[in-house]
């Protein structure tokens, strides 16, 4: 007969000693009821009542190296125990609560994923030094924890030459008995005209005449162009309708030459100094 209370195999077995006519008599649960024994032991403590297994019950020693590909999981440790490889995870399988949505996020709500930065915020960003986002001397973070140049960020050979370069204006009447541009009551020539300490280059000259026609011409700033001048060159205009020159120390400025049907009424000469 079956004894009650056995496990869900319900093998009926009584252990050594109980019940003499069950099998050995041995202490040491031997020979076929000792068997028995062991197998509802072994199979019953793992399964439920159902014969499915327990949920809880296959730990690391259990485990078979074929439940882990060797690409994305292996086993390691003892007990064994699964845990994903450093190339296992891709982008298919990355989910949006991987990040913390405020300064990372997943790229796509589906299919294949990257990570990409979303915010940066203070404490979030890389660090200052070297091979960093912030290096805290010359780009930082302001209020708003957004990038930003700092005071002594922006060096000289940063920035364009004209806008380290100082540029002035020089603006003459037109003497109509001459031709020659004036100052004041000052009439220029050839060889006397607006003393310029530095060297630098005409860049534009800006005519106005008689019946309010405007007019010009731009030149490049170029150290070694023909509107390039030396220090203390004099600098004037000279009307040769229907055009106007410019002149340094006497001689015309190629490229600089606007014209107006009217006779010139006022001039205007941008100089820009070299640094």
């Known amino acids: 007969m079956a004894r009650v209370g056995t496990s869900n195999l319900n093998l009926g077995m009584w252990t050594d000693g109980e019940n003499p ?3 050995s008599q041995s202490v040491d649960s031997t020979g076929l009821n000792g ?3 062991k197998l509802d032991t072994a199979v019953g403590a793992g399964h439920n009542a159902d014969g499915s297994h327990k949920a809880n019950i296959i730990d690391g020693p259990s485990l078979k ?3 882990a590909d060797g690409s994305t999981l292996q086993l390691t440790g003892s007990p064994l125990k ?3 490889k450093g190339d296992g995870i891709q982008g298919t399988h990355l989910n949006a609560n991987v990040v913390d949505n405020d300064s990372l996020e997943v790229s796509a709500p589906t299919g294949t994923k990257t990570l990409r930065i979303k915010t ?6 890389l660090g200052t030094g070297t091979g960093k986002a912030v290096d805290g001397v010359s780009i930082g973070l302001n209020g708003s924890n957004e990038l930003c140049v700092l ?3 922006i060096l000289s050979t940063k920035l364009a030459h004209s806008n380290t370069r100082t540029k002035i204006l020089l603006v003459f009447g037109i003497d109509p008995s ?4 004036t100052v004041g009551n000052i009439v220029t020539t050839a060889t006397v005209g607006v003393p310029i300490e530095r060297a630098g280059c005409v860049t534009a000259v800006t005519v106005i005449d008689a019946a309010g026609t405007v007019a010009g011409a731009t030149a490049v700033y170029n150290g070694a162009a023909a509107n390039h001048f030396a220090a203390h060159s004099k600098i004037t205009v000279y009307e040769s309708a229907p055009e106007i020159d410019v002149l340094v120390n006497g001689s015309i400025v190629t490229g600089l030459t606007p014209e107006t049907a009217a006779a010139k009424k006022i001039v205007t000469v941008e100089i820009e100094l070299d640094d």
């Open 120 to 125: 940066i915020k203070a404490g979030k960003i």
């Open 21 to 23: 006519g069950a099998g």
């Open 178 to 181: 001459t031709g020659y541009g």
């Open 65 to 67: 190296t074929t439940v």
């Open 151 to 153: 005071d002594y960020g």
């Open 35 to 37: 068997d028995k024994i």
């Open 82 to 84: 699964l845990n994903v």
